[in-house]
């Protein structure tokens, strides 16, 4: 097995499932020593044990990701225990789709908190660790998880989908900035994978609507985009992929 991602240390959060959990086994199989960041502990353990008995090497910190300062020990640990982060997949999210007259003020603000406000603390804690591998060593990557809800028009999504342009458009003014500095920004834009996500929807008709999606299409598995993001952080230095989408094949 090729190991191009050896000597590299990458953090990812919204790991204790779906895409973080599968995204940080590829990063371990790939060579990576991988840093898992969510809030349920023992998922995180689990994923550790399921890395460590697969020959690969993990550590788990269990943090909420909208806790800025939490996160400034997260990184301080990881500073400490690996020399810093040269690969960061920012993918802790919540969808909660419904319509805009009945949304919840909680979960509008839960979306916001986490998907944006949650982001940036994790970009402030982490981003200084990649510039500083790439300085040493010629490359970090900063991957965001943004979805095609970014610049896709889906009825009773628009909060996360602002939520999402929000991380596509960031992506990209972080890319000009960064680039010159050997730090890729990608922004991964998946199509619907079938992870818990779907499962904290609370809104009958997205429900429903969720439900007539997987009966009329094969979803994406986590492990399709975990993939996905394997083939953006083994790239030669001077590849960096802008932004990736991937689509199940029978989504329009
Ligand atoms: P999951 O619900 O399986 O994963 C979400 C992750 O975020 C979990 O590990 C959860 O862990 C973590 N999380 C939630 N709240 C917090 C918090 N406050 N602090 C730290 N971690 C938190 O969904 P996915 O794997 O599908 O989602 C991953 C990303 O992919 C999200 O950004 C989502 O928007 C995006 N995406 C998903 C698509 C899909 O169809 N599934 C499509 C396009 C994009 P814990 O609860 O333990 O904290």
Redesign the pocket.
């Known amino acids: 097995m090729s190991r191009p991602l050896a000597r590299r240390v990458a953090v990812v959060?919204?790991?204790?499932?779906?895409?973080?959990?599968a995204s940080a086994e590829k990063l371990a199989e790939l060579g990576a020593r991988v840093v898992v960041?969510?809030?349920?502990a023992d998922?995180l353990a689990d994923l550790v044990a399921r890395i460590e008995r697969d020959g690969g090497s993990a550590l788990a910190i269990a943090?909420?990701?909208?806790d800025a300062a939490a996160l400034a020990d997260a990184a301080a640990r990881v500073a400490a225990d690996f020399g810093g982060a040269d690969l960061l997949l920012n993918?802790?999210?919540?969808?909660l789709p419904a319509p805009i007259e009945e949304l919840a003020a909680d979960q509008w603000k839960q979306q916001i908190d986490?998907?944006i406000t949650?982001l940036m603390n994790t970009i402030g804690a982490f981003t200084p660790q990649l510039i500083g591998a790439a300085a040493e060593r010629g490359v970090a990557d900063l991957i965001n998880?943004?979805?095609?809800?970014a610049r896709n028009i889906f009825p009773n999504f628009a909060v996360y989908s602002g939520t999402?342009a929000y991380v596509t458009h960031l992506s990209r003014h972080l890319r000009a900035e960064l680039g010159a500095r050997n730090v890729r920004v990608s922004a991964l834009e998946?199509?619907?994978?079938g992870?818990?996500?779907?499962n904290?929807v609370t809104d009958p008709g997205a429900r429903e609507w969720l439900a007539g999606a997987r009966e009329s299409m094969e979803w994406l598995t986590?492990e399709d985009v975990a993939r996905t993001v394997g083939f953006i952080a083994a790239m030669p230095p001077r590849v960096n992929f802008q932004q990736v989408t991937i689509m199940p094949t029978g989504q329009a």
């Open positions: 959060t919204g790991a204790s499932s779906g895409i973080g959990a960041l969510a809030r349920r998922r943090t909420d990701v909208t993918n802790a999210g919540v969808m986490l998907n949650g998880t943004s979805s095609i809800a999402k998946p199509g619907i994978v992870t818990e996500l779907q904290h986590a």
